[in-house]
């Protein structure tokens, strides 16, 4: 008849936790990595996810820098040459899968337009560009594809507060 | 919540000056005690008559009827006669192991005695009695106690050890005061050296707090009174915890025994009665954690978190009326469908079937339930869920379109709660609460309807 004192404590606190818990796997902030098997091109692009999921579904922002060269953090304000939002996001136990919302139109991280000098030459186009990852809550590794090219890809998870800012160029001042 | 808690430890002193308020022993028996109370056991030794000593007769002793009898008549002890006394030490498992221990050293030390081996008649019969004297062998045969130690005074006399033999015979003496060596049959020397023993005493007879110096063996660590008759007195020596109380009574007052009871009965603890006091209370308060979720939802489940209070009035045997209200805000669904917290107010009141079981109560009552429940705004867009409205194209997200908005709704509906409390100290009880609701009126319709849910809480009982 008598309970263990813990019992009533433990049930209500499992209880709150299945009403209230939300899925965040994936969320946060992941930086390309290149290495012998993901390749970057020297003076190419490098891409970082800004990724929020809810349940099953991925949104967010992937923002473009230019590689400013060896041994040199390309993940700088100076060097961002455009953001786009994801779309069409989903995300699974391992895995996530993102298309690029309107790859051709890049945004700015402000209204000053921040991005247009680093960004010359203007970067190569990349029709239907589409992200497909699995990995875990440290690393993502996957394929970019561009039109027919696959491109392998490394990113890991980096830390800091997620942008969800990327404006319009008709909203460049 | 800080100043719910307060006025409740407020109210709640008060209620402990008003439901306890000082009574007499006396006045408290006037009153019915209940199959809960505990009475005050007292053991009644056999009485030990000295009267011999002193050359009186040995007739029956009205007043001792009257202690007894008198001590009977109230209803807050636990009185357990000289014979169920004697039975209790001699029903006593150390007691029946010891016994024939003691019976075989003394049989040897007699026929030591008879075969005149003094030394070790006076050394076995010694031991014998200590035996007889540690399981408290003299409260149920006296006598043969008596007997012992007077056969180790005459060993000790004819050993020459006249003042051992005189103290041996004393001791044989207020063990069993009726024991007499007779002229004729004993010898000569050994009888007078018995009645000089005996005029010693009747001289200067020892205090009755020295013949009752210790607490007998009784089972327990119930009160114990022994009793000692005079020609002219009673004399009573209780044992009660650490305590020993003496007393004495004239026995030519016409109601003696009943007089020197009542002044026992007062030297006694009344006995304990706190649940009766606890369960007469009928007003019962408490407040504690509240938790539930919405079982019909626009989005997935999702845990409400909060604070709850309950007052529950006894209004009759196995009907209370119960009034509940708890504030709660919400946590988030595993989508994040929900896109701002909600917090809901809910009030309950309703008669409930309660039942109390020692220190456990249980509750089940139907009512009505009265909530108020703020604004509720869900999406299932997650650029909705990321973005800032003006950061986010509306072709991903449009914020007037994709976001569901609804106003802060009132509710009605029946309600259904389950209770079970223990309480753990004096007034004070843990309990928890199951709830279920179903709503057949709003304001708004938001979507939101049975909940079901639970609470853990303190409690006190007040009135």
Known sequence: MRARPTTPVALLIGLSVLGCTSEREFSGIWQQICDDAHPCAEGGLRYELHLGR?????????????????????????????CFFVDSGRAGDETVGFRIDALGVAGYPDSEGTRSLSCEPAPPECPGGTFLLKGDADVLEGTLTCGDVDVPVRFEAATGRTRTVCLAPERIE | MSRLLALILVVGAAGVGWAAPPTSDAARLNLELGPEFTRTTVWILPPLDHRPLLGAGTAPVPALEGLIAGLQAYANLDVRTPDRTSAAIAGAAAYRRALPLARSAAARGSEDYRQVRLSAAVAGLGEAVDAFIDIGHQLVAGTEVGRTELTRGLALLETGDEVGAAAALRRSLLLAPGVRLRAGVDRQAAVDAQERARVVLAENLPAAQAVFAQRPPVPGKAATLQ????????????????RLVTDQQALDAPDAGERLAGRVWACLPFGDAPRRRITSRKLHLDAGFAWFLFTKAPVELFGNVGVSATASWNAARYLALEASASLTNSGRDREEDLRADVPVGRFTAGPAFATDAGRLRAAAGVGVEVSVIGPVQTTTNPACKYFRPGDVPARLCDFEQDVDHRATAWTVGPTVTLGASLRLVDAIYVGVRAQGSMYVFRTVDNGLDRPVGGQIVLGYQLF
């Open chain 1, 54 to 82: 809810y349940g099953d579904a991925l949104t967010g922002i992937l923002v473009r820098y230019r590689d400013p060269g060896p041994d040199l953090d390309p993940f700088r304000k100076s060097n961002d040459c455009g």
């Open chain 2, 227 to 242: 009793i000692r008759i005079l020609p002219d007195r009673l004399e009573v020596v209780l044992h009660d915890g650490g």
